[in-house]
């Protein structure tokens, strides 16, 4: 089964079914200490629903798509009902006891709409 074949109205309908709850961990640097040479990073997290599915191995190349990576694909609603901040590159994904770095967004939409994002994160 292939997520990226699917229309945004199949992807949706796919969160519904299967999805399970995730955290999506916005990160934003916020304040250089001079004392330690340090940026603090701030983290916000924003709960969702969404669900993991690994590449095929002939989508592999080594190079943009590595060995153990994976996809995720995201609702365009949080739990509670808002919008879902677009997830990018510095930004991590919680759950099923493990997080991961996202690598790619891709924002999936209808018309003008984002429907879901499907992500490639990695450990």
Not at 1 to 22: C, S
Not at 55 to 64: A, C, L, Q, W
Not at 80 to 102: C, H, R, W, Y
Request: proline share 4%; net charge negative; glycine share 8%.
């Amino acid at each position: 089964m292939n997520p990226m074949a699917f229309d945004p109205y199949t992807l949706r309908q796919m969160i519904r079914e299967h999805g399970i709850a995730l955290t999506l961990r916005k990160r934003a640097a916020s304040a250089y200490s001079d004392a330690t040479g340090t940026v603090t990073t701030t983290n916000t997290d924003y709960a969702l629903r969404g669900y993991f599915y690994d590449y095929t191995p002939d989508m592999v190349d080594g190079d943009s798509i590595l060995r153990g990576d994976r996809r995720v694909v995201l609702d365009n609603k949080l739990t509670n009902g808002s919008a879902t901040p677009e997830p990018d590159a510095t930004d991590q994904i919680i759950g099923l006891g493990d997080t991961v770095n996202i690598v790619k967004v891709m924002e999936i939409k209808s018309g003008s709409r984002t429907m879901c994002y499907l992500l490639q994160v990695r450990e």
